[in-house]
């Protein structure tokens, strides 16, 4: 089949990327977003997600006339594929919500006509690609592999490097039927130079959420060592370093607690339709989650050593979002960690140089505080003169949840997550 015109579903930090790339390539495209305010942003030529080299990116396919962005479903009607980048987020009881999924799913089925690609980007619980043809089938008729096609084709960018790899990683397709898979490989090698693995959905689906569970149990591992160390008085990131030196080791960072819209999730999601599994993910998990109340640990025996009661400190946290030098705070530990100490102590001030804060900048959130708690690894954090900022503080306490700082400034009581040796 040709592909001339398709249509993407919901234009976030996945959609609206993806989309911008087939204009590029070439095709028409016609993005579907519920957000009217986002509509008329990204028609102005203004992308509502920062991302290097998305604006330019989106001017070029505005102008060239291939990309427009419409609320409106009646727009969509009739193409050759249909792109669906909905959130997949978990409910409040930590079951997946597949609300936004099934919604975007139901409009395509309204739009779609015989012989569309339907393509699932977004990361979903197992064999729900295959529950999703049913529902389009039980919707409008038409028999999944013959009538229309479906493919489940995970996302695996990484915010901050996301057009060099949609172009360069190398990319799953999980096709409900084997044309399916084929015809999915043939719409995205319009700019894919990546390699391309086919497979079944349910295969797909199951491979895209292992990845994000090896990451997310691996940090577990590496935040279970960062706990071990302060009781052996050893430095965590010197013994990681060394044991890396092993070839077949990599052991991962510990850190404040791991965030993003994806990691955190993504082990439920595997999980989710499973009937019973060994509670290792799980755990993994809990550690991750609990690590903001260690880094309040630590911050708070910092407190008592230098006699301040908790109750009266000032605390400057540096860092929201979730990642180094990224603006996106989805599920931030940094955010967990003001939340954990906010009810203890008088007063909290955030700083961050990418999402904003309290204080308007660094001295503002310094000033008079009696500790810093570095929460996001922003390399402008890497550059603080410790001795200057260190002046306009009333106690000197540096809790250091992200290894960002090498040697603990003098003058300091320094505490770090996994630096037991100090
Ligand atoms: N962000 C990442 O780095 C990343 C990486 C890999 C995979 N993923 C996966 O990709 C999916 C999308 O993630 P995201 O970060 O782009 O989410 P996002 O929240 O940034 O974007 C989703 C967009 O879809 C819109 N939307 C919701 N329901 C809709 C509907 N029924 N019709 C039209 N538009 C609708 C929302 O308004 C929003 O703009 C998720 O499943 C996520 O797990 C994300």
Redesign the pocket.
């Known amino acids: 089949m040709e592909f001339r015109e398709i249509a993407v579903?919901?234009?976030?930090?996945?959609?609206l990327p993806t989309a911008i790339m087939f204009a590029n390539s070439g095709l028409k495209v016609v993005g579907?977003?519920?957000?009217k305010e986002?509509v008329e942003k990204i028609n102005a030529g203004k992308a509502h997600?920062s991302e290097p080299e998305i604006n330019t990116l989106l001017n070029r396919a505005i102008k060239s006339g291939n990309l427009r962005a419409t609320p409106n479903p009646a727009e969509i009607k009739g193409k050759d594929a249909y792109i669906i980048?909905?959130?997949?987020p978990l409910k409040a009881g930590g079951s997946p919500d597949l609300s936004?999924l099934e919604?975007?799913v139901d409009?395509v089925a309204m739009s779609m006509r015989k012989g569309s690609l339907v393509v699932i980007?977004?990361?979903v619980p197992p064999m729900t690609t295959i529950r999703m043809a049913e529902r389009i089938e039980r919707i409008i008729g038409m028999k999944a592999g013959r009538d229309f096609y479906m493919v489940h084709a995970?996302?695996?960018?990484?915010?901050g490097r996301i057009f060099k790899e949609l172009v360069y990683n190398s990319r799953i397709f999980g096709g409900i039927t084997p044309e399916s898979a084929e015809l999915a490989e043939e719409l995205y090698r319009a700019f894919v130079r990546g390699r391309v693995f086919k497979t079944s959905s349910t295969v797909s689906e199951v491979v895209k959420l292992m990845e994000n569970t090896f990451r997310d149990v691996n940090i577990a591992l590496a935040n279970e060592f960062a706990f071990l160390a302060h009781q052996y008085g050893v430095n965590v990131f010197e013994a990681i370093e060394l044991a890396n030196t092993h070839p077949r080791v990599r052991i991962h960072t510990p850190g404040i607690g791991v965030g993003?819209?994806?990691l955190p999730k993504?082990p439920h999601l595997l999980l989710w339709p499973a009937k019973e599994d060994f509670g290792l993910i799980k755990l993994a998990r809990e550690i991750n989650d609990s690590m903001p109340l260690f880094t309040k640990d630590l911050l708070f025996s910092a407190l008592r050593e230098l006699n301040v009661p908790p109750e009266k400190a000032v605390v400057a946290v540096l860092g929201l979002a979730y990642k180094g030098n990224s603006d996106d705070t989805r599920n931030s530990p940094a955010l967990a960690f003001v939340e954990a100490i906010k009810d203890d102590v008088a007063e909290v001030r955030t700083y961050d140089p990418f999402v904003g804060g309290t204080a308007g900048n660094i001295e503002g959130a310094l000033n008079g505080a009696d500790a810093v708690v570095i929460a996001t690894d922003h390399s402008v954090f890497k550059e603080i003169n410790w001795g200057e900022v260190g002046r306009l503080m009333r106690t000197r306490i540096l809790v250091d949840g992200r290894h960002v700082v090498e040697r603990p400034p003098r003058g300091f009581l320094f505490k770090g997550i996994g630096r037991g040796d100090l």
């Open positions: 579903i919901g234009l976030g930090y996945i959609g579907y977003e519920i957000r986002v997600i980048c909905v959130q997949t936004y919604d975007a409009t980007e977004s990361t995970p996302e695996r960018v990484m915010p993003g819209h994806c993504d």
